[in-house]
């Protein structure tokens, strides 16, 4: 296993288009997140599942965000109609629910909205 | 409302000498502290972490403090290399492990030859 692998590493997209993020844990993790950082500042907690249900999403997530973990193991996060404020860097991380001393993150997917 | 809070964006410290990275929150639930290195272009890699209900925990170079009626966080690292130059995030968290982590803006730190 090489860790939590994020797909595509970099996005370039029209303001207005729909984007989607895709997230491999580390696979006997069940708990993982989602959270957005932006320049000079740290990672913002978005969303989490543990197995395949959504446990808590943020206020920070907006309608026009949506995850989903089919069958408990990969993760995506959409993002419709994007908005130049939704430039960031977004990361996933995983963790085991019986050993849950730390969260291990993928090197993020950075979106860029022009 | 900022809960974690790193007040020095940037530290420079020289090789061998011990390097500090101060921490705040404000939250008296954390009941969980993690710090995290990040280089550039990677995502944040663990580091070492403490509960609440300890004041020290020690990882070969690293240790990290905490002082709970100050809700003070600190991580020592001696003797400071090269590699450790990196931007180190404080991270709480309220449900006893690392779950749902409230971070801190990161300190840069640069290890100087």
């Known amino acids: 296993d090489t860790g939590v692998s994020q797909d595509p590493r970099h996005k370039i997209t029209k303001r207005g288009q729909n984007v989607t993020f895709r997230c491999d844990p580390i696979?006997?993790?069940?708990?993982l997140y989602w959270y957005r950082q932006t320049l000079g500042q740290g990672p913002e907690f978005l969303t989490y599942?543990?197995?395949?249900?959504?446990?808590?999403k943020s206020r920070l997530l907006s309608d026009r965000f949506s995850a989903e973990r089919p069958k408990g193991s990969f993760s995506t996060l959409e993002i419709q109609r994007t908005e130049q404020g939704d430039s960031a860097m977004y990361l996933c991380?995983?963790?085991?629910?019986?050993?849950?001393?730390?969260?291990?993150f993928g090197q993020g997917t950075r979106l860029t909205v022009v | 409302d900022q809960q974690v809070k790193q007040n020095s964006p940037s530290l420079s410290v020289q090789e061998g000498r011990i390097s500090i990275l101060n921490c705040d929150y404000t939250?008296?639930?954390?009941?969980?502290f993690l710090w995290y290195k990040k280089y550039p272009a990677e995502g944040p890699t663990f580091l070492i972490s403490?509960?609440?209900?300890?004041d020290k925990n020690e990882d070969g170079r690293f240790t990290v403090f905490l002082n709970k009626s100050a809700k003070h966080l600190s991580l020592h690292i001696v003797p400071s290399q090269p590699g450790d130059s990196a931007v180190y995030f404080c991270?709480?968290?309220?449900?006893?492990?690392?779950?749902?982590?409230?971070f801190g803006q990161g300190t840069r730190l640069t290890i100087n030859p």
């Open positions: 991380a995983s963790s085991s629910r019986q050993l849950n001393t730390e969260a291990f």
């Open positions: 696979s006997e993790h069940n708990r």
């Open positions: 599942f543990q197995n395949e249900a959504q446990l808590e």
């Open positions: 939250n008296s639930m954390f009941d969980y």
């Open positions: 403490i509960s609440s209900i300890k």
């Open positions: 991270a709480a968290s309220r449900w006893g492990g690392a779950q749902k982590l409230v």
